[in-house]
């Protein structure tokens, strides 16, 4: 079973940037790849989704302009590059490998065979 590693996760300012990392156990890039987050108290929401060639994303509105999301094919890695963060960016992030090569739903956690144990981001001054 593909096993998802989350990284880069920490404490940072309003403003501030981070680059979170997904490695993987199998070879990711047989799958699209989800990012997710989960605030205290809230449902896991979608963050953004590239499919398994890389050709396309998805993103959530509130990220839209701020995040990308990127493959690393020779490592073998998935990255999310968040700029601007703002507090309610905090949460866990979760990365994530779908079922198909394609982010079809790229929204729905359903759509996801595989998830990471996770990487805190806190946003705060």
């Known amino acids: 079973q593909l096993q998802l590693v989350e990284s880069g996760g920490g404490l940072v300012q309003p403003g501030g940037s981070l680059r979170l990392s997904c490695a993987a156990s199998?070879?990711?890039?047989?799958?699209?790849v989800g990012w997710f987050r989960q605030a205290p108290g809230k449902e896991r929401e979608g963050v953004a989704c590239?499919?398994?060639?890389?050709?396309?994303?998805n993103y959530a509105d509130s990220v839209k302009g701020r995040f990308t999301i990127s493959r690393d094919k020779a490592k073998n890695t998935v990255q999310l590059q968040m700029n601007s963060l703002k507090p309610e960016d905090t949460a866990v992030y979760y990365c994530a490998a779908h079922l198909l090569k394609f982010c079809v739903s790229w929204d729905a956690t359903y759509k996801y065979l595989s998830w990471g144990q996770g990487t805190q981001v806190t946003v705060s001054s």
């Open positions: 590239i499919s398994s060639s890389g050709g396309s994303t």
């Open positions: 199998g070879f990711l890039l047989d799958y699209g």
